[in-house]
């Protein structure tokens, strides 16, 4: 190991670049790739009730949205159809073929998490995540995050 090794900074960095890498490969060819994912597990499960309601749930600019749902379009994975109860609001469904896709991608993305967490066993997995999860609610309750674009903003505004 390293000097670091009880520095929790570099602890997770490691474990994020290691994380960001191997999904990166799993749904890189999908249009928007990870984000792309969000968008499509979304429209598969949640049923937002809006596009609005979607860029709010995945944290997305309305711009940056828009761009990404034209690409999931474009390549018939979902389609943006006028709610029935409010024709200016539009409800992002996943097709056919974008559910299909998604249980593809499910698969995809399980291999690629058992891979960064195989140095655990499968019950340190398990409480791993769990703490994980119990910690990122915790952290967002305290400083909530509106959107991937401030906490990109952020991080820029700490290292000038």
Known sequence: ????????????????????????????????GHR???????????QPESQSALCQQLGVDRTVMTYLLDDLERASLVVRKPAPT????????????????LEELDLRLAHAEAHVLSGLS?????????????????VNDQDPV???????????????
């Open 122 to 138: 499968e019950g340190d997995r398990e409480t791993f995540k769990g703490l994980l999860r119990r910690l990122a609610g915790h």
């Open 1 to 32: 190991m390293t000097a670091l090794e009880d520095d929790f900074g570099w602890t997770l960095g490691v474990v994020f670049r290691a994380l960001v890498k191997a999904t990166n490969a799993a749904v890189g060819d999908l249009p928007g």
């Open 86 to 101: 409010d024709r200016r609001t539009r409800l992002v469904v996943a097709t056919d073929v974008g559910r299909k896709r």
């Open 146 to 160: 509106p959107s991937a674009c401030a906490v990109v903003q952020d991080i820029a505004a700490g290292a000038s």
């Open 36 to 46: 792309g994912y969000q968008v499509l597990t979304a429209a598969t499960r949640d």
